[in-house]
C-alpha cells in the first residue's frame, strides 16, 4: 500500500506509433516502483500520461479529497494493525524509503532470520523494480501470525541456498479493504484493483528471491476483512488477522507474471515516448479512456478526452470488453454511424437501453425520449400523495482501529433529507445528527418515520438506493435494540415505523428506458445536468460537494471539529448538496409528467 497519493491514483497509457519495447531497451538508472504498475492492470492507462504532461506543467487537474482521505486511512490502518502485532510477535520495521541504505538493511535482517520485517525496501536490478513490502514473514513463523493457517504442511520447509536456511521468505500486503475471496474461501478474486495489488506483491516477491536464492511461488495479501461468495451466499469474515487471501503464481494466478511486465513494457514506453503522444486521434490503444473506472483527480480530463472522439466506455454498462470487440469491426467512436449494440457485442434488455443512449446522440431533433412513456410504475404518472428522499451516509472507513483486529461495518445515515410540495411551492425538511452514533442515526430515523406517519405515509420517491439505505439502517437498529433487551425502542421499530413506500425513479428510467440527449449514464446528476443544460429544469447543484463521496469526507471532518454542527458552513453546504437531489427529483417527475405521459 505505500505509499503516496499520486501512487494511487492510477496512470496507464501507449504510445504514438511504435511497438513495445522489450525490457532491455532502455539503457539507464530508471527503476519503475512496484505502485506504479497500477493503472496499467486496472485498465486506466491514461492516468500514466497524464502524470507525465502534469510533471512538465501542460496539464492542470482538479484535487481528489476522497482518495486522499482513503490513503491516509490505509496508513493508519497499517500502523495500528503493526503496533498490534508486535504486542505479540517479534518485528523490525526497516523504512519507507528505498536507497542502498534501507534496502542494505532488509537484507541484514533476512540473513539474521528476523520473523517478520516490516516496512521493507526491496530491488529488483535485472528487472529495474524497486518497492517496499509491508510484510516479509518467514514461511515457518507465518501460521503463527494467522489464525488459519496459510501454509501446508509441505510448504513450510523449503530451502532457501544464499540465506543457507530450511526457511523462505514470504511477501504480505496491507490492503484497507474487504478481501473478496473466490468460492474456494483462499484465492482472492481479480475484482476491482486487486489484479494490480497481485502484480505488485510478485515484485516484492521476484525481489525477495533474488535475496534468498528461492522465489515463493506464492504471497498473501491481508485486508481488514473478507467475504466470498459461493452458491449466491455471502460469508463475511471480520477478523483482519484470521484469514488472508492468497495469491499462487504458478496455478490460480499464473496471468499475473504476463500482465506484469506488459506493465512495465507500457511505463517505459510512456516515459521513452509519452511526450509526443496525441488523444485525437489517440496515439496508442492505451490513450482511450476507461470511463468506467473512477480516477479521482483526473476524471475531468479523462471526460474532456471521452467528450472529444466519442469515447465507447462512457456509456452507461459498456466496458473496455466491449469496446475491444467494436475495434476489432474498425468501430472506434459513438459518432460512428455504425455504432450500436451489436457492434459492442451486447445483447438483451441492455442492449435496447444502449441502442437508445447512443440514438438519441446522434441527432439533434429531440432532446428527452421517448415522446410517450409507457411505463407506469407505482402509478408514477398520477400526482398524489408524495414526498421527495435523499440520504446522506457515513461509512466505516472513517472508525477507528481500537478493535483491532475485528473491523466490522459500522456505516451509518447521518442525514435524511425530504422535500415536498404545498401551495404549488417545493419545501425542503432536513433530518440530522448532531453526532455521529447510533442513537442519534436512531433519533432521526425516528423523526422521519413520524414526519411521513402526518403525512398519511405518502409515496417516496428516491434514486436507486435509498430504499436499501433504509431497510440495512433499520434492520441494523432493530438488531441493536435486541441485543441491548430494548424492549420498548424494539417494538417502536416493529410497530410503528412504516418505511416502505418507496419508488425508485432511476428504475422508471430503465424500464422503458428514458434517454436524454448529452447524457450518457442512468445517475441522477448526469440526468439532472442534462435537463438544465436543457432547460427542461431550473435547478444547478450549488455545493461545494460534487459526490457523495466527497461530501462523506466533509461530512467526518465536520462532527470531529467539534463544532456546532446546526451552525457549521460545511454541514449548511452539505445540506444543500441533499437538498438538490430531492429537488431535481421532483423537478424531473413533474418535467415527465406534463412533457412525457
Known sequence: MKRTLDEFVCNNTRSKRPKLCSLDDIKDDYFISATRLFNYITGDAIVDWFKLSSFSNKIPCNKDKFNNHIMQRGIEFEKNLIQYLKNKHDIVTVSEVINDTTIKKTKDLMFQGVPIIHSAPLRNDKKKLHGVADLLVRSDYINQVIDIDPLKENEITKYSPILDKNYYYIVIDIKFSTLPLRADNTHILNSQKYSAYKAQCLVYTEATGLIQGYTAPIAFILGRRNKNTKQGISNHNYSCINK?????????????????????????????????????????????????????????????????????????????????????????????????????????????????????????????????????????????????????????????????????????????????????????????????????????????????????????????????????????????????????????????????????????????????????????????????????????????????LSCMVKAWEAYNSKIDINNSEVMIDIKNYNKFDCKVLWEILNYLRINHT
Open 244 to 548: 488472508i487471501g492468497r495469491i499462487s503464481y504458478d496455478s490460480v494466478d499464473k496471468d499475473v507474471p504476463i500482465k506484469m511486465n506488459k506493465a512495465i513494457r507500457w511505463l517505459k514506453d510512456v516515459r521513452k515516448y509519452g511526450k509526443k503522444w496525441i488523444t485525437n486521434p489517440p496515439s496508442r490503444l492505451e490513450l482511450y479512456p476507461n470511463m468506467c473506472i473512477d480516477s479521482g483527480k483526473w476524471n475531468k480530463l479523462k471526460q474532456a478526452i471521452a467528450d472529444d472522439i466519442g469515447e465507447l466506455t462512457k456509456v452507461w454498462n459498456v466496458g473496455i470488453k466491449n469496446r475491444k470487440e467494436a475495434f476489432k469491426k474498425g468501430i472506434k467512436s459513438l459518432n460512428d454511424k455504425n455504432c450500436t449494440s451489436k457492434i459492442l457485442n451486447i445483447h438483451g434488455k441492455r442492449a435496447d437501453i444502449i441502442d437508445n443512449i447512443i440514438s438519441i446522440n446522434n441527432q439533434s431533433e429531440h432532446k428527452v425520449l421517448p415522446k410517450v412513456i409507457t411505463n407506469n410504475i407505482n402509478n408514477w404518472k398520477l400526482r398524489s400523495n408524495e414526498v421527495f428522499v435523499d440520504f446522506e451516509t457515513i461509512s466505516d472507513i472513517f472508525d477507528e482501529f481500537n478493535n483491532l483486529p475485528f473491523q466490522k461495518p459500522k456505516d451509518l445515515i447521518f442525514m435524511i433529507g425530504v422535500g415536498y410540495v404545498e401551495d404549488n411551492e417545493f419545501i425542503y425538511k432536513n433530518f440530522c445528527c448532531e453526532e455521529i452514533t447510533r442513537e442519534n442515526e436512531f433519533k432521526i430515523m425516528n423523526e422521519f418515520n413520524t414526519f411521513l406517519k402526518n403525512r398519511n405515509y405518502p409515496k417516496m420517491y428516491c434514486w436507486y438506493a435509498e430504499e436499501n439505505f433504509w431497510r440495512i439502517a433499520e434492520q441494523r437498529q432493530f438488531d441493536i435494540a435486541c441485543s441491548n433487551n430494548e424492549i420498548e425502542t424494539k417494538d417502536l421499530i416493529s410497530d410503528t415505523w412504516k418505511v416502505d413506500n418507496w419508488v425508485d425513479l432511476y428504475a422508471i428510467f430503465q424500464k422503458e428506458p428514458i434517454v436524454i440527449k448529452n447524457c450518457y449514464k442512468f445517475g441522477l446528476k448526469n440526468i439532472a445536468k442534462a435537463l438544465y443544460d436543457h432547460k427542461l429544469i431550473l435547478t444547478k447543484l450549488d455545493s461545494s460537494c460534487d459526490s457523495g
